[in-house]
């Protein structure tokens, strides 16, 4: 039988810009449960939660670590999530499954641009809130300004329940409005003093009591009335009542800590068993097909994948929580995506690389399991007869796009298999192999993101690999009408080849009007895979060309298409058509005329006053104020156009059009003019034509690059 029903599985994600002790924190709340005897740190790298060797290695997280904590008749999971942008998808997966997130706020930094990205996923997930203003014993820590910053950003549902009674390195002492109490602490943290408020704080205190019930009382009619007639709320009914708005989101309530000191932490823990939603307390999970799905643990049983990570000599485990009923080792689920039946071997709790085995797992608990044959991120595993399919975790679309490859010729088979298992491992990381570019790409959210994957490759695959360039998706087509001939005639003893096309080509745009002088026969429309379209027309009259050879001809221009005659590109956007032409009785034939309709596209094509087209991006910076101008420079220095800067909070977001080309390197070049303070996210806009001398150049570099591999 399971240690605790579901009543009684809180599970809580850490949140918050990197540096803003995140890590530090979950230290603490083991530590306080008597789960660890000592705490470990981020400079001596024996953490808990960072215990993988880059992480240590580099002195952040990088990777979300389920650890799981007992307190006052309560177990509670905690996930610990890094806190840079490049491993956003780390932080959506454990928001998919948590039920309170607490918000860690920097006191010397405030609300960062990563609070913010952060802040939008919990708006999606609707999770109930804690803000913890941290590292309030550091020198410049201001507790007033990180308040106004966040109700800035994040309204006027950020209610304070703690305040210091000092900052800086003689913070010692907090302030708490719910219980109406004073927390005094020795330097070495721990276990508080319970004092009277001070009298020189009381009126304060009082002030933000009588707001906290306010604010409470507000999202419930039934305590609004118990406050009008009483002018006070107890703490049972407080409690009762922050409970009922925070799962609504309609309240946040914000602590105080030194998490590096271990002050406040008890304090923070103890909300959330007596006050933060259980699992069964949230809304019940709605499937794909709108069934819905309660959190009981006597219901039937339901799993969902939400993270996966490959162990070496283990393999790969599986992160699930179990939404409905209770799976127990041994047990036989099925795959709603995939029909395959996995059969459950061993259950594990997880304790950052560590694990234990456990027999079940109730609803609303967190847990692990090891090798399951077809499973993956995303998927739901439920007992046979059933059909729930709970909805995916949707991540972000990438940032950053390079090409790999491998140092030594003969490993591309390894490259491929290593590739596969971070994809496996990591849904924001994107595998593509590009025919079009004749490149293997990487898709990913910036230049840390691809750093851990190249550390993984290499040492956990063994494989040596750079990164180079991505080519550029470049487009062709023309701008004014064209007309050309093509006689192709071959003849080596017996049968020969004969077929002659005249070839009328133009720029296509929707609307055009009919070709003018032609009689059209016939018309086909073709939306190009690459984009844009092919518009065909046969005019052709009098049997000058058999109508069996239209589609060879329509094959030449096609297949010229797929390498345009100025760059090799794909070409887009043509209106064709063939209005005269010759046959011969017995040489011609499907080859014949194939031929003749690539030549005479290309030669048409090269006299229609041809145009490269560069895929151009949107791009939205988020940026500090101060570094707004910083910002502006560089993306004009990469052609871009600035489009309008909107105000978001204290940061302002920078809205410009850029081409994909300028691009390289730029999520380094951001990071280093802001000091990773600033956030930017791409998305195709359109092709457009590129600047004449570019044009050239590119020409130059692709009759350069023809010559070369000739030689």
Excluded at 144 to 171: C, L
Excluded at 560 to 572: A, D, E, F, I, N
Aim: negative net charge.
């Amino acid at each position: 039988m399971a240690e605790f029903d579901t009543s009684h599985v809180k599970n809580v994600v850490l949140l918050g810009h990197a540096g803003c002790g995140k890590t530090t924190l979950a230290e603490c709340m083991l530590f306080e449960a008597g789960l660890i005897t000592r705490r470990g740190t981020i400079a001596e790298r024996n953490t808990i939660g960072d215990y993988h060797e880059l992480e240590q290695e580099r002195g952040n997280s990088i990777f979300s670590k389920l650890m799981h904590t007992k307190w006052r008749g309560y177990k509670i999971n905690i996930i610990d999530t890094p806190g840079y942008d490049d491993f956003v998808g780390e932080v959506i997966s454990a928001l998919r499954v948590a039920d309170t997130g607490v918000m860690l706020l920097n006191a010397v930094m405030g609300v960062e641009v990563g609070t913010d990205i952060i802040w939008d996923y919990t708006e999606q997930f609707k999770t109930p809130m804690i803000f913890a203003v941290n590292k309030l014993d550091e020198d410049n820590a201001d507790f007033d300004k990180t308040i106004r910053e966040a109700k800035a950003h994040f309204g006027s549902k950020v209610v304070v329940v703690q305040y210091p009674r000092q900052q800086g390195a003689g913070f010692h002492e907090i302030i708490d409005v719910l219980r109406m109490t004073m927390y005094k602490f020795k330097d070495t943290g721990g276990k508080p003093e319970k004092l009277p408020i001070p009298e020189e704080e009381r009126q304060r205190a009082d002030e933000l009591h009588k707001e906290l019930i306010e604010a409470v009382a507000s999202n419930d009619e039934s305590l609004m009335e118990k406050y009008f007639d009483k002018g006070e709320l107890d703490e049972d009914e407080m409690k009762a009542g922050m409970k009922k708005a925070m799962i609504n989101h309609d309240l946040f309530p914000l602590f105080c800590l030194s998490a590096e000191r271990n002050m406040g932490s008890g304090r923070l823990m103890g909300f959330i068993d007596n006050v933060c939603p259980s699992a069964n307390e949230m809304p019940p999970q709605t499937t794909q097909s709108g069934q819905q799905l309660p959190c009981e643990a006597n219901g039937p049983a339901c799993i969902f994948i939400f993270k996966t990570i490959s162990e070496p000599h283990v393999g790969d485990m599986s992160f699930f929580k179990v939404y409905s009923g209770t799976v127990q080792s041994g047990m036989e689920l099925e795959n709603e995506s995939t029909g395959v039946t996995e059969k459950i071997n061993q259950l594990f709790l997880v304790e950052g690389n560590k694990r234990s085995n456990t027999n079940e797992l109730v609803a609303g608990d967190i847990g692990a399991t090891l090798k399951l044959k077809n499973t993956h991120v995303n998927n739901t595993l439920h007992v046979r007869g059933k059909n729930y399919e709970l909805p995916p975790i949707e991540f972000p679309p990438p940032n950053l796009t390079v090409a790999i490859e491998t140092i030594k010729k003969g490993e591309e088979e390894k490259l491929s298999q290593a590739l596969h298992q971070l994809r496996e491992e990591d849904p924001t990381l994107i595998v593509e192999v590009s025919g079009e570019l004749k490149q293997t790409l990487i898709h990913c959210q910036g230049d840390m993101h691809l750093a851990v994957a190249k550390w993984k490759i290499e040492h956990f695959h063994k494989v040596e690999v750079k990164f180079v360039k991505p080519r550029i998706p470049y487009r062709e087509t023309i701008r004014r009408m064209a007309e050309s001939s093509y006689r192709h005639k071959k003849q080596s003893g017996g049968a020969g080849q004969f077929g002659e096309v005249f070839m009328r080509i133009e720029p296509w745009y929707e609307g055009m009007p009919e070709p003018h002088g032609l009689t059209v026969r016939g018309r086909d429309v073709h939306d190009l895979d690459w984009g844009g379209k092919l518009v065909y027309f046969n005019c052709i009259v009098g049997g000058a060309i058999d109508n069996r050879f239209q589609p060879s001809i329509l094959k030449g221009v096609m297949e010229k298409m797929q390498t345009g005659p100025l760059t090799g590109s794909y070409v887009r956007d043509v209106r064709v058509s063939v209005y005269d032409g010759k046959m011969h009785p017995v040489d011609s034939n499907d080859i014949s005329f194939k031929i003749a309709g690539l030549m005479a596209f290309k030669q048409a094509f090269q006299q229609a006053d041809p145009q490269i087209l560069e895929p151009v991006y949107q791009i939205d910076v988020l940026c500090p104020d101060d570094l707004t101008g910083a910002v502006m420079g560089d993306l004009q220095s990469r052609r871009a156009v600035v489009e309008g800067i909107d105000t978001q909070g204290h940061f302002q977001k920078v809205i410009a059009k850029v081409p994909l080309a300028e691009m390289d390197g730029y999520s380094s070049s951001l990071r280093s003019i802001t000091q990773g303070r600033a956030k930017f996210t791409m998305k195709f806009f359109d092709y457009v034509p590129v600047p004449f001398d570019e044009q050239r150049r590119l020409i130059d570099d692709y009759i350069k690059t023809a010559k070369e591999e000739l030689v």
